[in-house]
């Protein structure tokens, strides 16, 4: 179970504009006010700062895009013929396609049929930057990479990317896989934004095929939805979606999801109330959805209405931003930072910290188990810190802490990393977790 906090009054100066030269970088909006994404949703609000990102993308590839084609980058749930082929509504189909009163869903279909890719559509072309027990690094790799081959053939204006369940395989450890994912997304997220892809970041579906993967998928959701909030693209969870279905929406292997059976056929497209239990059902109905949304962002109809209120605070000591829910996601910079510490008694690990820090505050009101991570890129390097209520530094760690800590306040501070005389200061993204502690179904802490 997610330990959710009580809301807190939130007073920013922001207003939700990422200005007009936030364009293609994802860094430009990570000091001022965005778009929070709700961690209980299944996609994110599409607001006015998300729709201002998505048009930036969109013009930045006027010209040179198709905006009735989009391209499928992602793992063997990507390549599976049981997403989005049915919509494609070739002649002779066996296919059954029912939006069971989405009318609203119908003009991205018809669009998206319209778009040609060497005699298919996007729906059911078969995606040279998606196959099966692939990670996002793949699509990266060679000359020309799997991505770039897609885009050439496609010149999409949109993208569909869900990777996860292949990358967090790709460590020692979960935990140790993360940062791997993590620079591999950005990486991708960055090709696609530079060729005026606009990208829909899908998370990874839940697992009962291994019990300790099952743990973290909710670690990697928030990491996932984390870097779609950073950048302000559109996000899909599929563990949302489908994690309270009959099996949690997934085959016999438990790993890929389900496909509703009528007829001795998979009817993937019937998203009705019996279509609908089923995970692939599922994935096909919030992807059309997604669709939907970011097209009508691109061609200037009206936002979503904010749903979270901006982070209260500033990130000082005396003012530290205020972790009013959790999951609890973050993008900010530390050069914006205060210069108060640059030591931390009692961790005792004798590293120089001595770069500018930004600060947390998180209240308890009962024991919780605690899982913290920071993220950064290039030519950034911080560490993230645990106090207890006592004021205590009882964990330090470059990456991430687990932690099981009492009732009350609990600081955690993101510091800047010196080494040679050099800061290493600049932007990341922190992602805090928790769950009651003693709770069975806890997914985090040690």
């Keep these: 179970m997610v330990l959710i906090l009580g809301f807190l009054a939130a007073c920013t100066d922001g207003d939700g504009d990422l200005g007009a030269d936030a364009g ?8 001022l006010t965005a778009t929070r994404y709700p961690p209980a949703a299944i996609r994110s ?3 006015a700062a998300v729709a201002a990102r998505l048009e930036a993308i969109a013009a930045a590839g006027a010209g040179t895009t198709s905006d009735d084609v989009f391209a499928k980058v992602g793992d063997s749930h990507t390549a599976s013929t049981n997403l989005l082929h049915c919509f494609a509504d070739n002649a002779g189909s066996p296919y059954v396609i ?6 609203a869903l119908a003009p991205t279909l018809t669009r998206f049929r319209a778009g040609s890719i060497g005699g298919t559509t996007p729906f059911d072309r078969i995606s040279a930057a998606a196959a099966i027990g692939r990670g996002a690094r793949w699509a990266l ?3 020309p990479s799997p991505l770039a081959q897609e885009l050439a053939a496609t010149t999409p204006a949109f993208a569909f990317v869900a990777y996860g369940s292949n990358d967090m395989e790709l460590g020692s450890t979960h935990a140790s896989a993360l940062p791997g994912f993590w620079d591999a997304m950005n990486e991708l997220l960055d090709q696609l934004a530079a060729a005026g892809a606009v990208s829909v970041v899908v998370g990874l579906p839940p697992r009962t095929d291994s019990a300790t993967a099952a743990r973290w998928i909710s670690t990697y959701d928030a990491v996932t939805r984390a870097l779609a909030e950073r950048r302000q693209l559109p996000y899909v969870s599929m563990w949302i979606a489908t994690r309270g279905l009959p099996a949690q929406g997934l085959g016999v292997d438990g790993l890929h999801h389900n ?8 009817q993937p497209c019937l998203l009705t109330a019996a279509g609908l239990d089923f995970g692939n059902n599922q994935r096909n109905l919030h992807y059309l959805d997604a669709l939907a949304a970011a097209t009508a962002a691109v061609d200037g109809e009206p936002p979503d209405a904010e749903v979270l209120p901006p982070v209260a605070g500033v990130g000082t000591a005396a003012d530290p931003f205020e972790i009013d829910l959790l999951p609890f996601t973050h993008s900010f910079d530390t050069s914006a930072g205060e210069r108060l510490r640059d030591d931390y008694p009692g961790c005792g690990t004798g590293q120089n910290e001595g770069g500018p820090e930004i600060v947390y505050r998180l209240t308890l009101p009962a024991a919780a188990a605690i899982r913290v991570i920071a993220l950064d890129g290039a030519g950034t390097d911080v560490d ?3 106090l207890d209520p006592s004021a205590s ?3 330090r760690a470059d990456r991430l802490v687990d932690r099981t800590l009492p009732a009350g306040d609990v600081t955690i501070v993101v510091d800047t990393f010196v080494m040679a005389g050099l800061e290493q200061a600049g932007p990341y993204t922190l992602v805090v977790l928790g769950c009651e502690a003693g709770d069975p179904d806890c997914a985090v802490g040690p």
């Design 45 to 47: 609000p599409v607001t």
């Design 98 to 103: 029912e939006l069971d009163g989405r009318d």
């Design 393 to 395: 530094c009882v964990e």
């Design 384 to 386: 993230v810190h645990v």
């Design 24 to 31: 293609l970088d994802p860094d430009a909006a990570v000091t």
């Design 259 to 266: 496909t509703f059976v009528t007829g001795g056929r998979t």
């Design 141 to 143: 790799t060679g000359t």
